[in-house]
């Protein structure tokens, strides 16, 4: 069984920057997409990033293009979210999430509901 467990969230003023961490275990991932979403309150979950596990290749939304970076460590099973530029607009719950494909990212970058695994969740507050 999938497993993904967030870590790295807090609080960050504007301009700052947090680096989240999603640990991946039950699976073996090569032919996955991982990616992550966000959810701020009072608003449906939006799309945030997504990476090929193998080839890496990337695909981000457009909020967020050039100011976040993901990755992915094989060795380690771990997905990275790396968020510079803060905003208090980024300010959300923030999911890793996963799923079994080869389609073009950008399929993935689309409804929530495409996406079959989720982690728990990490809190991510930019004050202004």
């Known amino acids: 069984q999938v497993q993904l467990v967030e870590s790295g969230g807090g609080l960050v003023q504007a301009g700052g920057s947090l680096r989240l961490s999603c640990a991946a275990s039950?699976?073996?991932?090569?032919?996955?997409?991982m990616g992550w979403f966000r959810q701020a309150p009072g608003k449906e979950r939006e799309f945030v990033a997504a990476?090929?596990?193998?080839?890496?290749?990337?695909y981000y939304a457009r909020s967020v293009n050039g100011r976040f970076t993901i990755s992915r460590d094989n060795a380690k099973n771990t997905v990275t979210l790396q968020m510079n530029s803060l905003k208090p607009e980024d300010t959300a719950v923030y999911y890793c999430?996963?799923?079994?494909?080869?389609?073009?990212?950008?399929?993935?970058?689309?409804?929530?509901?495409?996406?079959?695994?989720w982690g728990q969740g990490t809190q991510v507050t930019v004050s202004s």
């Open positions: 999430v996963a799923e079994q494909g080869s389609r073009p990212l950008a399929y993935y970058g689309g409804s929530y509901s495409i996406w079959d695994y």
């Open positions: 039950g699976r073996t991932f090569s032919s996955y997409v």
């Open positions: 990476i090929r596990w193998s080839g890496g290749g990337t």
